[in-house]
């Protein structure tokens, strides 16, 4: 009993390792992607959909790109003030109340929203974050 329980614990470090590592490789990526470059670049979005505190806690604006510095089909969520869990959570229940929007809207072609980045940059001297999505169709089951 001893060596299963020590072969399952062994089995959950490396499992752990492992995802931590893939987890560091992971940020590394999208660096072409940042709140900077996606301000000066991706001007026309398709859609904006500004956000009011009082509904959601956070003042924020929800833009999507069809393609923004390569990357295709992009929902940004902006919003100013610090990075804070509570604002970045509220940063995903946005894509994620967006997500289920558009496929209320389009049930025959559903999307999920995959968390690329988040970045932020000073504009007129106040912090200004952005969560970056990229939005993929899902496919139908039947």
Same mark, same amino acid.
């Given at each position: 009993?001893?060596?299963?329980?020590?072969?399952?614990?062994?089995?959950?470090?490396?499992?752990?390792?492992?995802?931590?590592?893939? %987890?560091?490789?992971?940020?590394?990526?999208?660096?072409?992607?940042?709140?900077?470059?996606?301000?000066?670049?991706?001007?026309? =979005?398709?859609?904006?959909? =500004?956000?009011?505190?009082?509904?959601?806690?956070?003042?924020?604006?929800?833009?999507?790109?069809?393609?923004?510095?390569?990357?295709?089909?992009?929902?940004?969520?902006?919003?100013? %003030? *610090?990075?804070?869990?509570?604002?970045?959570?509220?940063?995903?229940?946005?894509?994620?109340?967006?997500?289920?929007?558009?496929?209320?809207?389009? *049930?025959?072609? =559903?999307?999920? %929203?995959?968390?690329?980045?988040?970045?932020?940059?000073?504009?007129? %001297?106040?912090?200004?974050?952005?969560?970056?999505?990229?939005?993929?169709?899902? =496919?139908?089951?039947?």
């Amino acid at each position: 009993m001893k060596k299963i329980l020590a072969a399952i614990v062994a089995i959950a470090l490396a499992g752990g390792l492992v995802y931590a590592c893939s %987890g560091a490789s992971k940020s590394q990526k999208h660096t072409s992607l940042t709140a900077k470059s996606v301000y000066e670049t991706c001007k026309s =979005p398709e859609e904006v959909h =500004p956000i009011n505190t009082m509904a959601y806690g956070v003042r924020a604006i929800v833009m999507r790109h069809s393609e923004c510095l390569g990357y295709q089909d992009v929902l940004v969520v902006i919003w100013d %003030g *610090p990075r804070t869990e509570r604002n970045k959570t509220a940063a995903k229940l946005l894509m994620l109340l967006y997500v289920d929007f558009v496929n209320n809207q389009n *049930p025959n072609e =559903p999307v999920d %929203g995959f968390h690329l980045k988040t970045d932020n940059l000073l504009l007129n %001297g106040e912090e200004t974050n952005m969560a970056f999505y990229q939005l993929k169709k899902r =496919p139908v089951q039947k």
